[in-house]
């Protein structure tokens, strides 16, 4: 299994420190890291920043939200930031929910998210092949544009610039089962949300049965080494209750769905109400302790050694590992290098 670093996105500023623990990353043998973007700083300015300081770390955005940009800017900025870092880019992207849809984005939710993926992915992947202009007569992307609201007037273009790489590998966030059984089919690799090693039959058939050669599975995770798991444990609760509570409509939240699931139905709702009545720290105080421990690798060394093993025997591939402590990714570098030596 190997080894990347999750950034996330901005909070108020910049994060003070992402790029040192790059390099820091970098030095103990990372092979990725990762940066995000929600409705405030965007995903491929600060991994540009991060890319003219290291040399070797792979650069992964996870995820770049399609309703922000059409496919091709979106292919415009991966075959850019691929060519100034020397072919390093891993394109990690994902659809997003309505609320921010169409409350960020002003542009409809889609209706059928897997077709508006399936041709999202299709046209990225015509522009970085280059290998004629980019057409696609698809029900959310018309590559030239078509409908009486155009001058009729659009052609079918090729890229100017040659991409460094025509198969630049394309990850997709996915959630649901089918969407899930999608990205095995048309994508490079899937970025898992609340990954237990415990229990991957909560994204269906596609993830227990035999996987695409070199596909990657890369779920994020909160790795913190501490003496107290439960004081570890706030911050992946604090996430939690924002992302169940808020990142999503009480009718249609895809995170609450997937909390659901995995066995916490109720606690799912308990959480949605009380951040949603404004009641945010009891809200985080809802969230089980079970599921965020089960979802994250929190607690002293030794503990970390044992949890580590569940999530090496299962499909994942990379473990991308959301910490902003230096002396956490030593550790786990040092952890996973000796289950690799025992392997």
């Known amino acids: ?10 909070g108020r500023g910049p994060s003070a420190g992402d790029v040192e623990l790059a390099r820091e990353a970098e030095r103990l043998g990372y092979r990725s890291v990762w940066t995000a973007e929600s409705w405030g700083s965007d995903a491929f300015t600060p991994l540009t920043w991060i890319a003219a300081h290291t040399s ?13 940009r059409s496919p091709t800017t979106t292919a415009m900025h991966a075959l850019t930031l691929d060519h100034l870092s020397g072919g390093r880019v891993m394109l990690g992207l994902g659809l997003s929910g309505p609320q921010v849809v169409e409350g960020w984005y002003g542009r409809p939710f889609p209706s059928s998210p897997l077709t ?6 299709d046209v990225v992947r015509q522009v970085l092949r280059r290998e004629g202009p980019v057409r696609l007569d698809g029900r959310f ?11 009729g007037l659009g052609k079918a ?4 610039t040659h991409p460094l790489r025509a198969e630049l590998p394309v990850l997709l966030g996915a959630e649901g089962p089918k969407n899930v059984a999608q990205t095995v089919r048309i994508a490079d690799g899937w970025l898992p949300l609340y990954w237990a090693p415990s229990r991957p039959e909560v994204y269906g058939p596609a993830v227990t049965g035999a996987l695409p050669d070199g596909f990657t599975v890369a779920p994020m ?15 992946v609760k604090a996430m939690l209750g924002f992302y169940i509570g808020g990142m999503g409509h009480a009718a249609r939240n895809f995170h609450a769905d997937l909390m659901g699931r995995m066995g916490f139905a ?8 009380l951040f949603l009545a404004g009641r945010r720290e009891e809200a985080v105080r809802a969230v089980p302790d079970d599921f965020a421990d089960e979802i994250s690798l929190v607690g002293p060394r030794q503990r970390l050694a044992g ?3 569940s999530w090496r025997k299962g499909p994942v591939t990379d473990l991308l590992a959301l910490s902003p402590d230096p002396e956490t990714l030593r550790v786990l570098a040092e952890l996973n290098a000796g289950h690799a030596e025992e392997d």
Do not use: F, N, S
């Open 1 to 10: 299994m190997r080894l990347g670093v999750a950034l996330g996105y901005w």
């Open 56 to 68: 070797t770390i792979r650069l992964g955005t996870a995820v770049a939200q399609m309703a922000a």
């Open 116 to 121: 508006a993926t399936r041709e999202y992915v």
């Open 141 to 151: 992307h018309q590559l030239p544009h078509r409908g009486g609201d155009g001058t």
């Open 157 to 160: 273009l090729k890229p100017i």
């Open 221 to 235: 995770a909160r790795v913190q080494v501490c003496d107290d798991v439960a004081a570890g444990l706030l911050p």
């Open 266 to 273: 109720q606690e799912a709702r308990r959480v949605q109400e």
């Open 307 to 309: 949890r580590l093993e």
